[in-house]
T-cell receptor, first 113, second 115 residues
Framework: KNQVEQSPQSLIILEGKNCTLQ??????????LRWYKQDTGRGPVSLTI?????NTKSNGRYTATLDADTKQSSLHITASQLSDSASYIC????????????FGQGTTLQVKP | DTGVSQDPRHKITKRGQNVTFRCDPI?????LYWYRQTLGQGPEFLTY????????KSRLLSDRFSAERPKGSFSTLEIQRTEQGDSAMYLC?????????????FGQGTRLTVV
């Protein structure tokens, strides 16, 4: 069964600190892995997309890594800001044709002042 | 604003009623997806359109659910005889032609509450 598992389920950090979110997947065949940020009550917004051959990709203070051999990914957030408080969802595409996405359950991040 | 719009943003309905949601994707996007998200969970795939053709449906899409994309532009998702378990956020996403690695843009969602 295609699955995407994320840890931790929730995380609280102080403003200015760094954090790392984890994602393990068993999706096959693998097309690409994405990280989305979802604010409460809003739709997800894409942060990064990585294909099989990419090990790391950055978007500002967000850096995603991918190890396709171990089927693991991480999202590192540097110098956190209050606006980073949101749910971060790891998403894997199982098909190179349809682009259908399989979502993890998300990590809820709360940044406190 | 991602360019994908959904209407309505919120819908409260009584159990047993029918509801219809609309999604307007980014104009040049030929791929359109519907997802359902319950509280504390990630979105789950419901169905996928390429232009006007519905190419894939999840088993989550019971007989009470139907989706259309009549002219390959906007799409509607109808739920008949709503049940309390249908209460969720319904998300629409679209992506441009190309491989499955093209970015998917999500709308703000329609939050359905069945009372």
């Amino acid at each position: 069964k295609n699955q995407v598992e994320q840890s931790p389920q929730s995380l609280i950090i102080l403003e200015g600190k760094n954090c790392t979110l984890q994602c393990n997947y068993t999706v096959s065949p693998f097309s690409n892995l994405r990280w989305y940020k979802q604010d409460t009550g809003r739709g997800p917004v894409s942060l990064t997309i990585m294909t099989f051959s990419e090990n790391t990709k950055s978007n500002g203070r967000y850096t995603a890594t991918l190890d396709a051999d171990t089927k693991q990914s991480s999202l590192h957030i540097t110098a956190s800001q209050l606006s980073d408080s949101a749910s971060y969802i790891c998403v894997v595409s199982a098909s190179s044709n349809t682009g259908k996405l399989i979502f993890g359950q998300g990590t809820t991040l709360q940044v406190k002042p | 604003d991602t360019g994908v719009s959904q209407d309505p943003r919120h819908k409260i309905t009584k159990r047993g009623q029918n509801v219809t949601f609309r999604c307007d994707p980014i104009s040049e996007h030929n791929r359109l997806y519907w997802y359902r998200q319950t509280l504390g969970q990630g979105p789950e795939f419901l169905t996928y359109f390429q232009n006007e053709a519905q190419l894939e449906k999840s088993r989550l899409l019971s007989d009470r659910f139907s989706a259309e994309r009549p002219k390959g532009s906007f799409s509607t998702l109808e739920i008949q005889r709503t049940e309390q378990g249908d209460s969720a956020m319904y998300l629409c996403a679209s992506s441009a032609p190309g491989t499955g690695s093209t970015e998917a843009f999500f709308g703000q969602g329609t939050r359905l509450t069945v009372v």
